[in-house]
């Protein structure tokens, strides 16, 4: 099998460096959201990450204009009808997630690939949610996807071998470094990454130090180029605590129980830059989902 177009679901800002990387690759892609201003967005955010990557001669203007060439930008998933690759990019929320890869398994190819960016939902649980589980995979992109260069490559428990190993040297033609990783709630990366971010907010919850203080510690005493609070922020409050329950239902162990002061902010609409507010206020530049 051959991979010559790539679809992805979901234009923030997942979706948009996912969009980018593969086809800046050579790929061609057809980026679907349901909502058009989203679209727009995504378009102007590589549209500015291609110029930011020109300015510094890291790609040529040619280069730049023919990756943009490759994207197109759709709203109705029957666009996604000859893709040989679908990866979702939507919201981390597992049965919104099945009902998504349920309604491409009837209107993708049967060769098609069914790909999830989840963060840490079980990919076998969403494999069987179609009648093509053995072609189901995780590809889980961190973000910035543009930047970042790991790739968590997860099988679910039915993929078939030759699957995987199509997908994990796709990530290679990407220039991003695959590792594999077992299907288990939080995979490697959030397993060790969110509890960290949960913990600084009992720090903060505590009265230990306050949110800056706390990440001026974890910059300066651990050499993190940005702090738990700070990446919480980034990475969106309500993920956080979508992953930190997914880990506390998996494994019913009480060192992943999400701290009051995270449920709380989420509860409140204080998602992160996102949303304008998290642990720093990012009302002057409001950023997209």
């Known amino acids: 099998m051959q991979i010559i177009e790539v679809g992805v679901i979901g234009a923030g800002?997942?979706?948009?460096?996912?969009?980018?990387?593969?086809?800046?690759?050579?790929?061609?892609?057809?980026?679907?959201?349901?909502?058009?201003?989203a679209l727009e967005t995504a378009l102007f955010t590589i549209n500015k990450n291609l110029d930011f990557l020109v300015n510094k001669e890291k790609i040529s203007q040619d280069q730049k204009d023919e990756t943009l060439t490759r994207i197109e930008c759709h709203q109705d998933l029957s666009a996604l009808a000859n893709s040989d690759l679908v990866i979702e990019a939507i919201i981390e929320n597992e049965k919104i997630k099945s009902d998504l890869l349920k309604q491409l398994d009837g209107i993708c190819k049967d060769t098609c690939i069914l790909a999830s960016n989840t963060s840490s939902i079980s990919i076998?649980?969403?494999?069987?949610?179609?009648?093509?589980?053995?072609?189901?995979?995780?590809l889980h992109f961190m973000n910035p996807v543009p930047q970042m260069k790991l790739v968590e490559v997860i099988p679910a428990l039915q993929t078939q071998p030759?699957?995987?190993?199509?997908?994990?040297?796709?990530?290679?033609?990407?220039?991003?470094?695959?590792?594999?990783?077992?299907?288990?709630?939080?995979?490697?990366?959030?397993?060790?990454?969110?509890?960290?971010?949960?913990?600084?907010?009992f720090c903060l919850y505590e009265g230990v130090a306050s949110a800056n203080e706390i990440d001026t510690i974890s910059q300066l005493g651990m050499s993190h180029k940005m702090g738990p609070l700070a990446l919480a922020d980034l990475i969106g409050l309500d993920t956080c605590l979508s992953i930190m329950e997914v880990?506390?239902?998996?494994?019913?162990?009480?060192?992943?129980?999400?701290?009051?002061l995270l449920v709380k902010m989420v509860n409140a609409g204080q998602l992160g830059r996102k949303s304008g507010q998290g642990f720093y206020s990012y009302l002057d530049k409001k950023v997209q989902a």
């Open 13 to 37: 800002q997942m979706g948009n460096g996912i969009a980018q990387v593969i086809a800046q690759a050579g790929y061609k892609v057809k980026l679907c959201d349901l909502n058009a201003a």
């Open 124 to 138: 076998s649980k969403l494999a069987s949610a179609t009648h093509r589980p053995e072609r189901v995979i995780g």
């Open 162 to 201: 030759d699957i995987f190993n199509l997908c994990f040297a796709l990530m290679e033609k990407l220039e991003k470094t695959p590792v594999r990783v077992e299907d288990i709630p939080g995979f490697a990366a959030n397993r060790i990454l969110i509890p960290m971010i949960n913990e600084a907010i």
């Open 247 to 260: 880990l506390y239902d998996g494994f019913k162990d009480s060192k992943y129980r999400p701290c009051p």
